[in-house]
Nanobody, 121 residues
Framework: QVQLVESGGGLVQTGESLRLSCAVS???????????YRWYRQAPGKQRELLQS?????????NHADSVKDRFTISRDSAKNTVYLQMNSLKTEDTAVYYC??????????WGQGTQVTVSS
């Protein structure tokens, strides 16, 4: 079993920055089998949107959403078992619940509980 706990959300104004964290804990054997971490978001009335992925091994980053390209950056600190999402130049349309996700072929996928980000103008 793996637990993902997001933190760092809050209320900010347009143009400001936030850094979300996703703390990964649980059975070491399961954590070792995580291949990808991802950040998703879900705005009210919209489908969950995949933002960015990072390989747990190589650190390779894949951006999946043009709307956040060049503004958001996913990263990980393997020593701390933490995944981050640095969000800069925030816009009102970035308002959503942000979710951390972990996946590996040998394990089931895991979701965090989400953290609310609200951007006001």
């Amino acid at each position: 079993q793996v637990q993902l706990v997001e933190s760092g959300g809050g209320l900010v104004q347009t143009g400001e920055s936030l850094r979300l964290s996703c703390a990964v804990s649980g059975a070491a054997a399961d954590i070792d089998h995580i291949e990808w971490y991802r950040w998703y978001r879900q705005a009210p009335g919209k489908q969950r949107e995949l933002l960015q992925s990072i390989s747990s091994g190589s650190g390779m980053i894949t951006n999946h959403a043009d709307s956040v390209k060049d503004r958001f950056t996913i990263s990980r600190d393997s020593a701390k078992n933490t995944v981050y999402l640095q969000m800069n130049s925030l816009k009102t349309e970035d308002t959503a619940v942000y979710y951390c996700y972990a996946w590996g072929r040998m394990i089931r996928n895991y979701w965090g509980q989400g953290t609310q980000v609200t951007v006001s103008s």
